[in-house]
């Protein structure tokens, strides 16, 4: 079993919104933390946002604060991205990863803490 999936890509225009999911295998959100990466062509991978629904711990960028919000469904074994006032710059291929362990950082989020990735969703925003 696939132990993250990400769907909701898609091309939309700046302002508009879109809402990511990442399917877990089950029983995966009790015990790990899940974060939200993307990286645009020719840009490192960026850190975007993390939840723990086992401690509660959360994690969000500045680049996005105030218009992305993780949330989390343990009963289906999802996690969600909801982004708003998208933006050019907001274009990237986004990933889901599964920590290592259960905590979110509230300072920093490094993709070197998670150890299972999906295969990534593309989001385009036009301007």
């Known amino acids: 079993q696939v132990p993250l999936v990400e769907s909701g890509g898609s091309l939309v225009q700046s302002g508009e919104s879109l809402n990511l999911t990442c399917t877990v295998s089950?029983?995966?959100?009790?015990?790990?933390?899940i974060g939200w990466f993307r990286q645009a062509p020719g840009r490192a991978r960026e850190g975007v946002s993390c939840?723990?629904?086992?401690?509660?711990?959360?994690y969000t960028a500045d680049s996005v604060k105030g218009r992305f919000t993780i949330s989390g469904d343990n009963a289906k074994n999802t996690v969600f991205l909801q982004m708003n006032s998208l933006k050019p710059e907001d274009t990237a291929v986004y990933f889901c990863a599964r920590g290592f362990g259960r905590w979110c950082s509230s300072r920093y989020l490094m993709d070197t803490d998670f150890g299972a990735w999906g295969q990534g969703t593309l989001v385009i925003v036009s301007s």
């Open positions: 089950p029983d995966t959100l009790n015990y790990h933390s």
């Open positions: 939840l723990s629904l086992g401690t509660g711990s959360t």
